[in-house]
């Protein structure tokens, strides 16, 4: 297990009241390095979009919760081992994570994939690209033709960009526009591309109370329009 972190404080939301199945508090695993998803701020507390958004779920679903950091590369593991109870960390549904965990209703729309690279004549089809690991930019890349490069972290393939190590990131638009307008030597280049089905909350599959229960929270939030502001408080995409 890698970087297994408890947060300072706990969200005691609605302590006493009845919880799904047994668990006393449902612990919220994020990775807090991909922001605007999720980040730490400078308190050292998990802060961002999932953030706001977990909070407000786990208030309409009468849970208590607390939130946990885990690297990316061992989010699913860690979290099919028992370290926490659900993934909330800009996880997009696809068919491949299904046959290994389950997911809630999306609370993104797709997201647009971006390249940044420091050149507008990158090699985006035949060149060097920098995905970060186990992620559905790292499998489209694989397939496309390009040579891929696979890292633990978003910093990472962005300093490999940067370094000359490859050629172009691919990543969330979401994620990279904001580097881009702070780096006179880094753009957005050529098309976007959009994979996935959305973005959702990872829970065990034998935690289908749980998941039924953030399903119903993620629902309400799209029907009284509160998800959809935070999106565009956020700049995370397409709102519902």
């Not at 099919?80 to 996880?91: K, L, Q, R």
């Not at 690279?117 to 496309?144: H, P």
């Not at 979401?174 to 098309?191: C, K, M, T």
């Not at 109370?209 to 995370?236: P, V, W, Y």
Request: net charge negative; proline share 3%; with cysteine.
């Amino acid at each position: 297990m890698k970087n297994l972190i408890l947060s300072t404080a706990a969200l005691a939301l609605t302590a006493g009241m009845a919880l799904a199945g047994s668990h006393s508090v449902v612990r919220m695993g994020t990775e807090g390095a991909y922001p605007p998803y999720n980040f730490i701020d400078d308190n050292g507390e998990v802060a961002g979009f999932e953030r706001e958004l977990g909070d407000e779920l786990c208030a309409r679903a009468e849970l208590t919760c607390e939130w946990v950091t885990n690297d990316w590369d061992s989010i699913i593991p860690n979290l099919v081992s028992g370290n926490y109870d659900t993934i909330i960390a800009g996880m997009s549904i696809t068919d491949e994570r299904k046959e290994k965990i389950d997911f809630t209703t999306n609370y993104t729309q797709p997201d647009p994939s971006a390249f940044l690279a420091m050149s507008a004549d990158a090699d985006l089809k035949g060149g060097v690209i920098a995905a970060q690991s186990n992620t559905i930019q790292a499998s489209y890349i694989a397939e496309s033709g390009a040579t891929l490069v696979e890292f633990a972290t978003p910093e990472e393939t962005v300093a490999a960009v940067k370094n000359g190590e490859a050629d172009a990131v691919l990543a969330d638009k979401a994620y990279l526009e904001p580097i881009a307008d702070s780096d006179a030597d880094l753009a957005i280049v050529g098309e976007s591309v959009l994979i996935g089905g959305g973005v959702g909350m990872g829970l065990r599959k034998s935690d289908t109370e749980l998941r039924d229960k953030f399903t119903a929270a993620i629902d309400s939030m799209k029907a009284d329009g509160t998800l959809n502001a935070l999106i565009e408080k956020h700049g995370i995409g397409e709102t519902f």
